[in-house]
């Protein structure tokens, strides 16, 4: 049995449950960046010099598979219990909390570019909250979404940005776009 079996050759994929849609579909165009963004992570994890943000990348990576496992299964098809539960949601937060409290972990925008690792970890970043707004997008199309997929998508973007200032704290690198802290605190994660 190929890979290669013709059967996209006209614009339409299946989705879980064997339905065909096309792969112009809200529905393909959230699972599928979802699938980005795991690739984006798997970039950003063999870059990383860092063992534990390593080992929280590849659990999350484990985790997106769940959720574009979800986002491609139309809701007549979903059996059992939801992908993803507010725990998980939970332990992104937890996670962010963690790296907030570090000592010099930068609080303001930050310049992408201060180092490779941080880099492809901004990359990441910006491809879930891609990724975010083709949920949303879906969920306002009338499809059933999983509330925690939003919510750990949204999360998840916030802990990504702190791996990267992480990263370059550690490698005692400054990624501030303002010289001072003055002036109201920005979103972080945007």
């Given at each position: 049995?190929?890979?290669a079996t013709k059967?996209?050759?006209?614009?339409?994929t299946?989705l879980?449950?064997?339905?065909r849609v096309?792969?112009?579909?809200?529905?393909?165009?959230a699972?599928?960046?979802?699938?980005?963004?795991?690739?984006?992570?798997?970039?950003?994890r063999?870059?990383?010099?860092?063992?534990s943000?390593?080992?929280a990348?590849e659990r999350i990576?484990?985790?997106l598979?769940?959720?574009?496992a979800?986002?491609a299964?139309?809701?007549?098809?979903?059996?059992?219990?939801?992908?993803l539960?507010?725990?998980?949601v939970?332990?992104?937060?937890e996670?962010?909390?963690?790296i907030?409290?570090?000592?010099?972990?930068?609080s303001d925008?930050?310049?992408?570019?201060?180092?490779v690792p941080?880099?492809?970890?901004?990359?990441?970043?910006?491809?879930?909250?891609?990724?975010?707004r083709?949920?949303?997008?879906?969920?306002e199309?009338g499809?059933?979404?999983?509330p925690?997929?939003?919510?750990?998508?949204?999360?998840?973007?916030?802990?990504?940005?702190?791996?990267g200032?992480f990263?370059?704290?550690?490698?005692?690198?400054?990624?501030?776009?303002?010289?001072?802290?003055?002036?109201?605190?920005?979103?972080?994660?945007?």
């Amino acid at each position: 049995m190929s890979i290669a079996t013709k059967r996209g050759d006209m614009g339409e994929t299946g989705l879980i449950g064997g339905s065909r849609v096309s792969k112009g579909d809200a529905r393909v165009e959230a699972y599928g960046t979802v699938d980005e963004l795991n690739a984006a992570l798997g970039l950003a994890r063999s870059l990383c010099p860092d063992k534990s943000i390593c080992e929280a990348t590849e659990r999350i990576q484990k985790t997106l598979f769940s959720v574009g496992a979800s986002l491609a299964t139309p809701a007549e098809n979903r059996k059992g219990a939801a992908v993803l539960s507010s725990a998980d949601v939970d332990n992104l937060t937890e996670q962010v909390h963690g790296i907030e409290s570090i000592e010099g972990i930068l609080s303001d925008w930050s310049l992408p570019g201060a180092q490779v690792p941080s880099s492809a970890f901004e990359v990441a970043r910006t491809v879930c909250r891609r990724a975010e707004r083709c949920v949303v997008r879906l969920g306002e199309s009338g499809e059933e979404v999983q509330p925690e997929v939003l919510a750990y998508l949204n999360r998840l973007s916030d802990l990504i940005w702190l791996f990267g200032r992480f990263l370059e704290r550690n490698a005692g690198d400054d990624s501030r776009v303002r010289d001072d802290s003055k002036g109201s605190r920005w979103s972080r994660a945007w």
